[in-house]
């Protein structure tokens, strides 16, 4: 199939009725199994080492959404040692999402929920604050400036304090099966884009190139990187259907694409619409593919 034989939007009658998928709080509650498959256990191992054992831990996570970091630190034994964790999200909708679902927050958590934007909260504490044993920011940084948001966010750590950021995009957004790949490469070229022309309050905010970037800005900022590697979403189907609720959490994605895109001059909102109608037909049928490449990493201050 070439690019001029996919099909327009005339072939997908419900393309322009079809649900709008835009439930944040439930694509990141479906994200979490894609998010245990993915995320790298060499690079875990070496986060939780460096922690000290056997004392209490002040972790920080930065833009944690609805708390499901929390469940999985507690399901993958982080530590036997008390943990006070302060969740912190710049969206007071998923701070609210995160306080209901961690109102009896696992053991050995204690929880504390803020919302507020990261860099404003890393820039306001005050200088005898306590630091933080611990920093976590999974799924995060490729929505921010590294530049600006790096040193205040290190800053919050103790020396010799951990950090453990992972899936950070990196560059790469495949669909299978291939249809109309010439087109489909022009379309994600113009995805990437839109996440390295992203800004919030007029400021730069996310790249497309976050994984690799953090590789060479951490030891520049005086950070030791222990541990990095892959962590690719990786989301297909088992005998025609999709675990958990990863159905929905791939409607959400070619929803995203299609949402960062419709207003892109450089892409034809019709042509866009058929392809959206003909991925989201495919996770109904229980035949999409879906890969993101990203990055994690491990280290300390
Ligand atoms: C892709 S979601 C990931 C959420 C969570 N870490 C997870 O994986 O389930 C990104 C989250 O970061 C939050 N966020 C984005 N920019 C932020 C900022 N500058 N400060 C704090 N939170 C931010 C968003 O509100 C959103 O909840």
């Not at 507020?116 to 920093?135: C, E, G, I, K, V």
């Amino acid at each position: 199939m070439t690019p001029h034989d996919f099909p327009d939007s005339r072939d997908f009658p419900d393309a322009s009725n079809s649900p709008d998928f835009s439930d944040f709080p439930r694509y990141l509650a479906a994200k979490r199994t894609v998010d245990d498959r993915a995320l790298n256990r060499p690079v875990w191992q070496a986060f939780r080492d460096c922690l000290p054992a056997h004392r209490p831990l002040r972790v920080l996570e930065v833009g944690g959404g609805i708390g499901t970091m929390v469940e999985r630190l507690a399901a993958w034994g982080l530590t036997n040692a008390p943990v006070h964790y302060t969740l912190l999200d710049a969206d007071p909708a998923n701070i609210a999402a995160a306080q209901e679902r961690l109102a009896a927050p696992p053991s050995p958590f204690r929880v504390e929920c803020v919302a507020a934007d990261m860099l404003t909260f890393a820039t306001s504490q005050p200088p005898d604050a306590p630091r933080w044993d611990a920093l976590i920011a999974h799924a995060v940084l490729d929505l921010v400036d590294l530049h600006r948001a790096l040193p205040p966010l290190l800053a919050l750590l103790r020396p010799g304090g951990c950090f453990w950021f992972t899936l950070n995009f990196d560059g790469d957004t495949i669909f299978a099966p291939e249809i109309a790949p010439a087109y489909e490469d022009h379309l994600m070229a113009r995805y990437h884009r839109t996440m390295d022309e992203r800004r919030v309050n007029g400021q730069p905010a996310g790249s497309s190139r976050t994984g690799r970037r953090l590789l060479t800005l951490l030891p520049r900022l005086g950070a030791e990187i222990l541990a990095a590697g892959a962590s690719d979403w990786v989301v297909f189907p088992r005998h025609g259907a999709y675990p958990g609720d990863e159905a929905y959490f791939l409607h959400f994605i070619v929803a995203t694409v299609q949402r960062a895109l419709q207003e892109d001059p450089a892409v034809d909102a019709q042509r866009l619409a058929a392809w959206a109608a003909q991925r989201h037909t495919q996770i109904r049928a229980g035949e999409l593919v879906y890969i993101a490449h990203q990055l994690d990493i491990a280290g300390r201050t």
